[in-house]
Each structure stands twice: as C-alpha cells, then as structure tokens.
C-alpha cells in the first residue's frame, strides 16, 4: 500500500516565524490533502491539492506529484497555528502520515 | 458552508456491549467513510461507502464492526461487542465523488470502560 511520510515530526518555533512541512508519499494519487488537528481534536481541512500550487492567507501548499512530495507552508505563524499538521492521500480511502507537531511560542 | 455532522461528541460505554455513532454527511454528497484515531496516532481509514454498499474497508474493519445508511440522510458505524482497544476517535466524512476532498465531521471521542 502507499507509505506517507511527515517532516520533521515536531517544530518549536517563535511567534512570526516562518515553517515549512514535507509530505512525501511512495505512489501516484489521485487525492491529497493538508489538515490542522486543533486541539480539540477537530481535523481543519486545510487544502485539497493533488498537484500545484494554492495559497489562502498566510498557508500556501505545493504538490509535485511526479516527485511525490508535498509541502505546506506557514508564514508568520501565530500561537492559534498550534496543533497538528496531517498529510492524507490517496483515491477513495485516505492514507495519512504521522503528522507534524507544531507549537509556537509566543 | 455545508458541513457534516456527528452525534454524539463523546460517548461512554461498558465493554461488551454495543455502540452506534451516527453521522450525517454533506446532502448532496455520494461517498461516505468512517476514521478512526487511537489517542496520540494517526488517522485510520475504516471503511467508505457507496451506492448502499461498502466499496472499500481496511483490515481494522471486522465482523465487529457494521455501517448502514438507514434513511437518505444519516450514516452510522455499529460496533457490537466493544473491546478496550476501541477507545478511539471516530471521524465520519463525505465526498461529492471518490478522489474528491473528503470533508469531515468533528468526531466521537468513545471510551470504553
């Protein structure tokens, strides 16, 4: 089956600093998604980005599905961007990495 | 923003008996799936549902477990005999198609006592 892998698995960073996380997974997919775990525990659908590019605010994510890597981006990161961050892909059931753990300091 | 919706958010449970988390998915939507996460794990596919059958479930999903769509807006996960190594999340989402982003619900934290 598809292995995903998440980088690195924690991040401790200042208030304002900048982040990226890396997704890679092993086969090609026709689906791929960011979330944010809160927490509460509530899973943020964060973006839906089998390949490209797509920005919304201070996140941008990038697929190179040819490559299989992903990459989400945080920039000037607040204490609220705190939680986790999962990659999921697949078809029509979800694989989903381990997840990188955020915390920002303030 | 449509959105799917689980009952209830926290159930408590005896081991043995039976359990049924309900979920009802975006309306217009033809593809249903059940998660589940084990405190401090990742998410783990159960099951996705479709046409009134199951398509696709994992080797988590078995005689113990049970989906049904019972009505044309309600989804449910039936897990008869519940063990301690149920405890979990559960998570319900939807999608328009398979492939299509997967929205999700806020979950059912189970504990099994």
């Known amino acids: 089956g598809i292995q995903v892998e998440q980088s690195p698995p924690d991040l401790i960073l200042q208030e304002g600093a900048n982040s990226t996380l890396r997704c890679n997974f092993s086969?090609?997919?026709?689906?791929l998604q960011w979330f944010h775990q809160n927490p509460w525990g509530q899973l943020i659908n964060l973006f839906y980005?089998?390949?490209?590019?797509k920005q919304n605010g201070r996140l941008s994510a990038t697929t190179v599905a040819t490559e299989r890597y992903s990459l989400l981006y945080i920039s000037s990161s607040q204490t609220t961007d705190s939680g986790v961050y999962f990659c999921?892909?697949?078809?029509?059931?979800?694989?989903w990495g381990a997840g990188t753990k955020l915390i920002i300091k303030p | 923003e449509p959105e799917v919706t689980q009952t209830p958010s926290h159930q408590v449970t005896q081991m043995g008996q039976e359990v049924i988390l309900r979920c009802v998915p975006i309306?217009?939507?033809?593809?249903f799936y059940w998660y589940r996460q084990i405190l401090g794990q990742k998410v783990e596919f159960l099951v996705s549902f479709y046409n009134n059958e199951i398509s696709e479930k994992s080797e988590i999903f078995d005689d113990q477990f049970s989906v049904e769509r019972p009505d044309g807006s309600n989804f449910t996960l039936k897990i008869r005999s519940t063990k301690l190594e149920d405890s979990a999340m559960y998570f319900c989402a939807s999608s328009f198609f398979g492939g299509q982003p997967q929205h999700f619900g806020d979950g059912t934290r189970l504990s099994i006592l």
């Open positions: 980005i089998p390949s490209g590019t």
């Open positions: 086969d090609s997919v026709n689906n």
């Open positions: 309306s217009n939507h033809l593809y």
């Open positions: 999921a892909v697949g078809g029509y059931q979800l694989i």
